[in-house]
């Protein structure tokens, strides 16, 4: 946990204006940055309930946050939950919801999650892995057109088709170096900044999490647990999901208005310091 350097905090905090005995949800905990400072700010008696469907971030978190003692409460959930997990907490009517909704570097960097096609593991993909579907079951399993499907829908991939085909005759896939190879045939090797496998292995990672639904699920449920005057402030790191956000804050299920007229990205500084925030983009919600 130590170096962990949340996306855009001081925007975060912002937004969110944590003030002491304020109680607010983190539906996306990771590493615990947001949630720290949230905490922090809110003290003595301020708290966060705590969502993240990965088991390690939580047990990571439990120890680097312990000093918070019951201020913080977690549970290992999908964010879609936040509804009927606030309600059995007591967080119905905060002063603000905060997601952060990419990939956690953590996850990234451990092999054995096969998110990366810059390090060889099992191709799994799972963000929760105690769901069944894996991204092995998706390459070695659905039909050439259901593939093609999957990486143009959620990879915005042009050359879906043929990435599909290379990939049906190269099975069985077990590794993610098995799947780089197989796009590699169709694409050609790195060049430039983006590598040929990016996008297919984004949109198998967002396939098999239910990304784009339950994040939908997630902006209508975070809206009514939120008080009149509180704050909704979501980061996303793709276009698929920051054009779901606008136009869930544009037309809310529920009054309220965009604090944020343009989307809000990090500044030369903190891309230099944290590379990961150069594609990060934040929007904030207040309900009425």
């Known amino acids: ?39 922090e700010r809110t003290a003595p008696d301020g708290r966060v309930l705590a ?12 120890e680097s946050l312990q000093s918070f ?24 009517e905060v002063e603000g919801v905060l997601a952060d909704i990419g ?23 799972r963000m929760d892995r105690t769901q069944d579907l894996t991204a092995a079951d998706v390459v070695n399993t659905y039909a050439e057109k259901e593939i093609a499907d999957i990486l143009y ?3 915005e991939e042009r050359r879906s088709r043929p990435i599909a085909r290379s990939i049906v005759r190269a099975r069985p896939l077990r590794l993610t170096t098995d799947l780089t190879r197989a796009i590699e045939r169709v694409m050609g090797g790195p060049r430039g900044r983006i590598h040929p496998a990016t996008r297919t292995f ?11 639904s339950s994040l939908e699920s997630f902006l209508d449920s975070s809206m009514t647990v939120i008080r009149s005057g ?9 276009s698929l999901e920051d054009r779901i956000v606008k136009q869930k804050f ?32 934040l929007r904030a919600w207040e309900k009425s």
Do not use: C, W
């Not at 390690?56 to 439990?62: D, F, K, M, S, W």
């Not at 509180?230 to 793709?238: D, E, K, P, Q, S």
């Not at 965009?258 to 594609?279: C, D, I």
């Open 1 to 39: 946990m130590l170096g962990h350097t949340p996306v855009l905090l001081e925007e975060v905090m912002k937004f969110l204006d944590p003030k002491p005995g304020g109680r607010f949800i983190d539906a996306t905990l990771g590493a615990g940055g947001h949630t720290r400072a949230i905490l």
């Open 51 to 62: 969502i993240d469907q990965d088991e390690l971030a939580l047990a990571g978190a439990r």
């Open 69 to 92: 003692g019951s201020r913080l409460i977690m549970e290992h959930s999908n964010f879609k939950n936040i509804a009927p997990l606030a309600a059995g907490h007591g967080f119905l």
């Open 103 to 125: 990939i956690s570097s953590m996850m990234v960097d451990d092999p054995s999650r096969g998110f990366s096609f810059m390090r060889e593991g099992p191709l799994d993909m």
């Open 153 to 155: 829908t959620y990879g």
């Open 202 to 212: 984004q949109a198998l990672r967002i396939f098999v999490n239910g990304e784009l």
């Open 230 to 238: 509180g704050r909704l402030v979501v980061i996303t790191f793709h």
């Open 250 to 281: 544009r037309t809310p299920p529920v009054p309220g208005r965009v604090l944020t007229k343009k989307v809000v990205v990090a500044t030369e500084e903190e891309v230099r310091r944290n590379p990961r925030a150069r594609s990060a983009k």
